[in-house]
């Protein structure tokens, strides 16, 4: 099978080009080639596919490192309009990828090697309605919103020290940007015991289909330091779908502006929104290849043309 190994802040991820190479299990594959020390090493499987739509450019299949289905990633999409654009696949200044969470629109910058350095990406208007995350918040009426909701924190068997010490609100704001987030604000991100408190929120019973945690310190209005657990990779060094959360939820919740950085541990990405529900969340953030590859693996096969 071969691959290209690339990732936006260091949210890394190993892409195939689905034109060339068919992938029979990619959830097998993804466990695989994920893992740090007998894999390649990545947080997830990306697949380059055709798209359903030929006036679009590529579909976006992910998956997560635990082999499980990701609706969107918005470090890896950044890396696909790269990975189309530096092979000559298109040329096009607006490039359309289809997800699971619906289509995306992208522009993109060269760098001074005359290869894609900077990508934007329309990820489309935030969905704040629970049942839509999809959540099951006690007490909270289908098509009610979750924006600084205060919970318990014996609902999610937290130990209160624990949480007082990072100074984490219990308060959290869901968001939807085609995969789901919550946020929850702290005094110092660097204080939170994120391998402790992310697996027990993602896979809590509120989140039927599991979610993305994110902590976000407010450093001042126009920037935040967030730390985030992944969905089905764990603690990550960037998420770019959480960022766009972070910014509604700071938006709306009053402790943030846009335009927005999200100072992330793998770098920074600048988010816009306008606050209304209906409008995009803009995400401006770098994609980076790191090398190309060949690994051997069963259910894997090369197509037998090239498109």
């Not at 890394?12 to 080639?33: C, I, K, M, N």
């Not at 005094?187 to 945690?213: A, C, M, Q, Y």
């Amino acid at each position: 099978m071969r691959f290209v190994k690339m990732h936006g802040l260091g949210n890394d991820y190993v892409f195939v080009d689905g034109r060339l190479t068919h992938v029979d299990d990619p959830a097998e594959v993804s466990r695989q080639v994920s893992d740090r020390h007998r894999g390649v090493g990545s947080d997830g499987l990306i697949l380059i596919d055709p798209p359903d739509d030929p006036t679009n450019h590529a579909r976006m299949r992910m998956f997560n490192a635990d082999g499980s289905r990701g609706e969107m990633c918005g470090n890896g999409i950044r890396c696909i309009a790269k990975f189309l654009v530096d092979r000559g696949i298109t040329e096009d200044e607006a490039v359309r990828i289809e997800t699971d969470g619906g289509l995306r629109r992208l522009g993109w910058s060269r760098g001074v090697d005359g290869r894609v350095a900077s990508v934007d990406v329309d990820m489309g208007p935030p969905t704040l309605a629970v049942d839509r995350i999809p959540a099951d918040l006690p007490g909270m009426e289908p098509g009610a919103t979750a924006i600084e909701w205060a919970f318990d924190p014996k609902a999610f068997e937290l130990d209160p020290t624990m949480m007082e010490r990072a100074g984490i609100a219990s308060r959290l704001t869901l968001v939807s940007m085609g995969n789901p987030h919550v946020v929850i604000r702290c005094d110092d991100v660097g204080l939170v015991p994120l391998d402790g408190i992310g697996p027990v929120i993602e896979r809590h019973s509120w989140f039927p289909n599991r979610i993305n945690v994110h902590f976000v310190e407010a450093v001042d209005p126009g920037s935040v330091r967030v730390v985030t657990w992944e969905r089905g990779s764990g603690p990550t060094r960037a998420c770019g779908s959480g960022a766009c959360a972070v910014c509604v939820a700071g938006v709306l919740g009053g402790w943030a502006d846009s335009p927005l950085r999200a100072m992330l541990p793998g770098g920074v990405l600048e988010l816009h929104w306008s606050g209304a529900e209906a409008d995009p969340v803009m995400m401006r953030g770098p994609a980076t290849e790191v090398f190309e590859g060949d690994i051997e693996l069963a259910g894997t096969r090369r197509q037998e043309a090239h498109p």
